[in-house]
């Protein structure tokens, strides 16, 4: 794993987005090895008539409370996504302590003290709660905080900038950064050379950045994340005359999930827990748009395996020379 470390600045992990499409854009070439600096706005010179841009059409659902137990010690709840008519799924802290059949308190600004009582366990060890009603249900929604993740260290100025302009399915724990850099506007021009762009849904989980811990990449355990790929998308995809350019790794693990050895796209709605490193033969994406990455991350790892390992560790190294703004609220990456 130490092949998968680089230095970074800590001044240079962006703490808070620049204006939608102003960021900085590294382009590589994988053909030729070669760099160009640019800015976000010039990705449209990089579509062209027939390409089709899949897009992750997620929302961030997730909201994070301060809680206590019912001996009011401190606890801490992260509202995933809504469930049923007045349930979310949820990561509880400490999870020892919170166990189906117990309740915890959630500060709930406004809205007061609510209870919520902790119904099951799910497959990823998460827990179902359920609050009193769908009304409120829905509320919290509007409350606590935003999860950001743990190396951002203040909250954002403006929530709608953690969404992509076209989010629309509720569900993530985190948001497809690679998106956050367009506007409506660059979509328009994108259309407007020919292209289409196709949405999907992957819903990013919190184990999105936590970093690889065994020195064997075989030895880690993927965690699990919903998709789903519709059969209007699909069909796009399948029938484009050009280039399938992906926006962002979650994109990327998608497709690569559904596609079969000819490189065609069925529907699907499942969990994936593919886990793309080099060595994995890309079946159907053609390039990539995304952000740069954790050291020792699976992100890290599926773009070596894209770009090729000592491609894709040249331009991190670029990168940090030239002082690109890095992970999640940072400068993007074309690789084509």
């Known amino acids: 794993m ?5 230095e970074l600045p800590e001044e240079l992990i962006a703490q808070q987005p620049l204006p939608r499409g102003s960021s900085r854009l590294l382009v590589l070439n994988r053909a030729s090895g070669r760099l160009e600096d640019r ?14 841009l899949v897009v992750n059409d997620t929302r961030v659902s997730a909201r994070r409370y301060a809680a206590t137990d ?9 509202l995933i996504r809504p469930v049923g008519e007045m349930g979310w799924e949820a990561l509880v802290y400490p999870g020892k302590r919170l166990k189906p059949g117990t309740a915890v308190i959630l500060q709930a600004g406004d809205l007061g003290d609510v209870q919520a009582s902790i119904v099951q366990t799910t497959s990823e060890g998460g827990r179902i709660i359920e609050v009193e009603n769908p009304a409120i249900r829905d509320a919290l929604k509007a409350r606590g905080e935003v999860p950001l993740p743990p190396y951002i260290r203040s909250p954002i100025e403006d929530e709608d900038r953690y969404q992509t302009v076209y989010a629309f399915a509720e569900g993530s724990a985190a948001a497809p950064t690679a998106g956050l850099h367009f506007t409506e506007e660059l979509l328009g021009r994108i259309r407007e050379r020919g292209a289409a762009i196709v949405p999907i849904t992957l819903h990013v989980g919190v184990d999105t950045f936590r970093p690889v811990r065994v020195e064997d990449p ?13 059969s209007e998308a699909a069909t796009l995809i ?11 790794t979650t994109v990327v693990r998608a497709l690569e999930t559904v596609a079969d050895a000819s490189g065609q796209v069925h529907p699907t709605s499942g969990l994936t827990k593919l886990f793309i490193r080099p060595g994995h033969r890309f079946r159907a994406v ?43 609220f940072g400068d993007a990456m074309l690789i084509r």
């Not at 800015?39 to 089709?52: K, L, P, Q, S, Y």
């Not at 075989?218 to 519709?230: L, S, Y």
């Not at 399948?238 to 962002?248: D, M, P, S, T, Y």
Request: glycine share 8%; net charge positive; with cysteine.
């Open 238 to 248: 399948n029938q484009r005359r050009g280039k399938l350019i992906a926006v962002g």
């Open 286 to 328: 053609e390039a990539l748009l995304t952000n740069f990455h954790l050291p020792r991350s699976t992100l890290l790892m599926l773009v070596c395996a894209f770009a090729g390992y000592e491609s894709t560790m040249r331009a991190y190294r670029h990168a940090v020379t030239a002082r690109y703004r890095f992970y999640s």
């Open 39 to 52: 800015v976000f706005r010039d990705i449209v010179e990089f579509v062209h008539a027939g390409d089709v």
């Open 70 to 78: 019912p001996q009011g010690r401190q606890a801490e709840v992260l």
């Open 2 to 6: 130490a092949r998968y470390e680089y």
């Open 218 to 230: 075989a030895q880690h355990k993927m965690h699990g994340e919903w998709f789903t790929i519709g």
